[in-house]
């Protein structure tokens, strides 16, 4: 019997993949299991407790499967509240009961990426402000922890849980992975500044979003300094740690190109298999798939054997695991000591299936317009899969995005924007004058390099 706080199901998400499919539905149960007043690691073992780091990374996947606003809202403010008490500090679990200790990385960002977050996903502004002080505290308590040791703009002091349970750590004993800690650390210092900086500025406080948008360049410049050569090569080659400097916009303009050729590269040599923990693998499709890699995401989510999302669901998972090994391939418990079987945090693949593979993104790039008012619908297919169909109850309404291959290799899209919202449809590697739009060729719209992007009012189309 599975117990959880109230929230209605606002997402659903179907593939020509069974097991894809599968993997969706472990992700909503995970949720279901651990969303109890708080959002837990796991319900089943001897923790329960509302972790900071699993909370950040799935947000995004929570927000499209269920209606999380009043109940991450309420978490919000006990963050706040923990802080309060810490100087800025975020704890490693909120409510911070029987741990001492926090302030890692990437754990302790719940306190700016979850208001952004629910910012982007409902356009409440009322949740933004209640929650703008416990994001400039946790951004302060980082820069005094970086003026302490000399004020060099990087986050280089302090326990942080690394890239947790990552799979390419030279210490087996170790569960933090490879990626230096420094090095995610001061990736985080510059996200969450500058996600400070712009709910700064939405807010009417010109002084402070000006402060920290200086403060973000700061850190910024002094990322690119420590972390790559004058010829774009990264001191840190991990598949961790190039998606972190791709998501996070840290990777200097002219060495984009490089970089994103140099993980791949790093792909290849992993054999085409994920290595990435907690920290990394939010992000990993995501980046892939929008930096000109997106088969390369298929690969990643379709892979069957250890590592791999599908893994899991062959041995017959019906939740997330916390590693990617908790279960052996013969189906016996993994002889690790930690070790749950509803673990949401890989579960964070499903936000890279709506807002990539099905394209549904709550703004388009406006953060004065967020809530899907005017969304962004850019689906990437891949001849890896059929179809794919995305259907999501927003702030502003129904939303649907989906797309099939049909027998002769022609792509359709389907797409549903509600009253009073528009959204921007970016179609990948189309032609203008080759589009139909609901059976007419269509000239509306504008060729940026080689995607098409329309501008759409309420109703239902079909594409192709």
Not at 183 to 205: E, N, P, Q, W
Not at 265 to 272: E, F, S
């Amino acid at each position: 019997c599975v117990i959880y706080s109230r929230m209605d199901l606002t997402g659903t998400v179907e593939t020509a993949h069974p097991k894809v499919n599968q993997l969706i539905k472990n992700t909503l149960w995970g949720q279901k299991g651990n969303f109890l007043d708080i959002p837990t690691d796991c319900p089943q073992r001897d923790e329960r407790m509302g972790w900071t780091g699993d909370t950040q990374v799935f947000s995004g996947t929570a927000c499209f499967n269920m209606d999380a606003a009043a109940f991450f809202a309420k978490y919000m403010v006990d963050c706040g509240q923990e802080q309060a008490k810490r100087g800025g500090m975020v704890p490693m679990v909120v409510p911070a009961a029987g741990l001492p200790g926090g302030g890692s990385s990437a754990w302790g960002d719940v306190a700016t990426i979850l208001p952004w977050n629910l910012y982007e996903f409902y356009g409440d502004i009322a949740l933004l402000e209640a929650q703008f002080e416990s994001m400039r505290a946790w951004v302060e308590y980082i820069r005094s922890a970086d003026e302490a040791s000399g004020g060099k703009r990087l986050w280089t002091t302090g326990f942080h849980f690394g890239d947790w349970l990552a799979l390419d750590g030279n210490d087996p004993d170790s569960p933090m992975g490879g990626t230096p800690e420094d090095f995610i650390a001061s990736a985080y210092y510059y996200h969450s500044t500058r996600l400070v900086a712009r709910a700064a500025a939405i807010l009417g406080k010109d002084a402070e979003a000006e402060g920290y948008h200086r403060l973000a360049d700061e850190i910024k410049a002094a990322f690119q300094a420590e972390y790559f050569t004058q010829t774009g090569r990264i001191a840190v080659n991990t598949q961790t740690g190039m998606v972190l400097a791709l998501f996070m916009d840290l990777v200097p303009e002219p060495h984009r190109h490089r970089l994103v050729e140099d993980l791949m590269a790093r792909l290849r040599r992993d054999k085409m298999h994920l290595r990435t923990g907690f920290v990394g693998t939010p992000y990993l499709c995501r980046v892939l798939s929008n930096h000109g890699a997106n088969d390369l995401a298929y690969t990643l989510l379709l892979n069957e054997d250890y590592p791999s999302w599908l893994y899991a669901v062959n041995l017959g998972a019906t939740t997330i695991w916390e590693r990617w090994n908790s279960l052996n391939p013969d189906g016996s418990i993994s002889s690790t000591g930690m070790n749950s079987l509803n673990h949401y945090a890989y579960g964070s693949i499903v936000e890279w299936i709506y807002r990539d593979m099905c394209g549904l993104n709550p703004t388009a790039g406006d953060d004065a317009r967020p809530g899907f008012r005017r969304a962004r619908i850019a689906p990437k297919p891949s001849r890896l899969l059929k179809w794919a169909k995305a259907s999501y109850r927003s702030a502003a309404g129904w939303y649907q995005s989906g797309w099939e291959i049909g027998e002769r290799g022609r792509l359709s899209f389907h797409v549903t924007i509600p009253f009073n919202a528009t959204a921007i449809i970016v179609l990948p590697d189309a032609e203008l004058a080759a589009l139909t739009l609901d059976g007419a060729l269509t000239s509306e719209g504008r060729q940026v390099g080689q995607d098409v992007e329309l501008e759409l009012g309420a109703g239902a189309y079909v594409i192709a």
